[in-house]
């Protein structure tokens, strides 16, 4: 009996790590369909269990991702050989957040943009848009959602440590978006869910094309 338990276990394990592997997969090619993930760029994570991810490899295609370009990463031992550098972000995210089931980083055009035109004020604030409320918790095209800019570094310790101190503290007066911006590189977005990550992500890089139009008819 305790070895039917114990293989059953080992089972659903199994098809965890295969579900997470193929919503990477999927996330890549969806992405890639959209052009947000250019020249290998960008890379995609999914929650197997509380102590494991499944994340993209270093350097690979994220639209023609096979199961082989998928590191199982546990959240609290070194990042695997052939870790993106910028998987650090995504652990480290992870552990922070118990809720978060899927992160999607892309270079996508108008977040790559959008992020170096705000990087002075350090925050894109969002307003007025009826997309916005494909973001968590927005309700009302009339709240005011902040996502943080932050300057990009290729010290990526030290990047992961002003994002994990500027989440900490969002702004009082504001919704905290599912994502933020790295300047001149790209968004980072996360969701509870794969799905929810890629409504994210699709919303956000769309929600900066509306902001780079608009803004072109402020003074
Ligand atoms: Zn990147």
């Not at 992405?31 to 052009?35: C, E, I, K, T, V």
């Not at 990526?156 to 992961?160: K, T």
């Not at 969701?191 to 890629?198: F, I, L, Q, R, V």
């Given at each position: 009996m305790a070895q039917t338990i114990s293989l059953k276990t080992e089972a659903d394990a199994d098809s965890a790590v295969a579900k997470a592997v193929a919503g990477v997969i999927a996330a890549g090619r969806a992405?890639?369909?959209?052009?947000w993930v250019p020249a290998t760029s960008g890379n995609f994570s999914v929650r197997i269990d509380a102590g494991r991810i499944a994340i993209t490899r270093s350097g690979v295609d994220k639209g023609n991702l096979v199961a082989s370009d998928i590191l199982i990463q546990p959240l609290d031992e070194a990042l695997l050989p052939g870790s993106s550098a910028e998987a650090e972000l995504h652990t480290a995210l992870y552990r922070q957040r118990p809720e978060i089931g899927a992160i999607f980083h892309a270079h996508s055009p108008a977040a790559t943009v959008l992020s170096r035109l705000a990087l002075g004020e350090a925050t894109v604030r969002f307003t007025g848009w009826e997309l916005q409320k494909a973001l968590a918790g927005v309700r009302t095209h009339e709240a005011i959602v902040?996502?943080?800019v932050f300057a990009n570094d290729q010290d990526?310790?030290?990047?992961?440590g002003r994002v994990d101190a500027r989440l900490a503290q969002p702004a009082a007066d504001a919704i905290a978006a599912p994502g933020y911006l790295l300047a001149g590189h790209g968004v980072y977005a996360w969701?509870?869910?794969?799905?929810?990550?890629?409504r994210h992500l699709e919303a956000l890089e769309t929600l900066f094309e509306f902001e780079l139009s608009y803004r072109r008819f402020i003074p």
């Open positions: 992405a890639a369909l959209r052009h902040d996502v943080p990526i310790s030290a990047l992961s969701g509870a869910t794969e799905a929810d990550a890629a």
